[in-house]
């Protein structure tokens, strides 16, 4: 049986004072979940420290958005795998949506970024996901086995041991309308079945999430696909009774 996991992506949002009310008013209801799921929080990278400072003896664990795929040297204004753990940080979201389609990262980029992760001892949330045009024109297989296997093709299927993963179509990303539990399903079982076919036990042990408009409305019958092990949530996340709902979906 696999661990459910939700992450909280942060995105460009917060501040440093709002980001500790937010994280006050989470931390209680949090903590007296039945201890079934991981939950993580990740805020930008100028707020790592005081998040990491603010979740010292709390279950919820910091990850942060991005990284890097080099490690140290010159390149201005980045941020290496091995800064992230120095300061705290135990996952990292990795080739997001947002970065992806928005700031023209390739594949070949969010493979390097994932296996300098892996290397930092980081655990990489991978984010694979098809645009509307993408499914409208039945390419969504097509589009997330190439984003997984860009991944497991340079670094190997040892690459995924323990890792997640996380479908996020890009239409339903801030849409206000999720993917039905039925298309997510469906994807999830295809991404899980290409990792199986180089390794049961990773494909057993992977967590894949769901993400794009998750709420609490919708996150229950989400997380009862047999496929969907959790969430990454965006918008929701930022509101303390929505994701503390979100979760406490996922604890069961
Ligand atoms: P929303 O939950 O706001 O749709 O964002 C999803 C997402 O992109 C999480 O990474």
Not at 34 to 43: H, K, N
Not at 56 to 61: D, F, I, Q
Not at 118 to 127: T, Y
């Amino acid at each position: 049986m696999r661990r459910r996991f939700v992450a909280a992506n942060w995105k460009m949002n917060g501040s440093r004072a709002r980001n500790r009310q937010l994280l006050d008013a989470l931390k209680p209801p949090l903590r007296s979940l039945g201890g079934r799921v991981d939950i993580v929080v990740c805020p930008s990278h100028l707020h790592l420290g005081e998040t990491v400072s603010a979740l010292a003896g709390s279950p919820v664990r910091p990850g942060a958005q991005d990284l890097f795929g080099l490690e140290n040297g010159a390149m201005t204004g980045e941020i290496s795998a091995s800064m992230l753990v120095d300061c705290g940080a135990e996952f990292v979201i990795v080739g997001h949506s947002e970065r992806r389609g928005r700031l023209g990262e390739t594949d070949a980029a969010v493979a390097a970024k994932f296996a300098a992760a892996r290397a930092a001892g980081l655990v990489p949330i991978l984010c694979v996901g098809e645009t509307r045009a993408e499914r409208d024109a039945g390419n969504t297989e097509a589009v997330v086995l190439r984003q997984l296997d860009a991944v497991t093709g340079e670094h190997g299927i040892e690459a995924m041991d323990g890792a997640v993963i996380a479908y996020e179509p890009v239409w339903a990303i801030g849409s206000g309308t999720a993917a039905t539990p039925e298309q997510a399903q469906a994807v999830h079982a295809l991404l899980r079945a290409r990792l199986r076919e180089q390794s049961g036990a990773i494909a057993d042990g992977a967590r894949i999430l769901y993400g794009g408009s998750i709420s609490a409305a919708n996150a229950r019958e989400l997380f009862a696909q047999p496929d969907i092990d959790g969430g990454l949530v965006g918008g929701a996340s930022l509101k303390a009774e929505e994701f503390t709902a979100i979760c406490a979906g996922a604890d069961s």
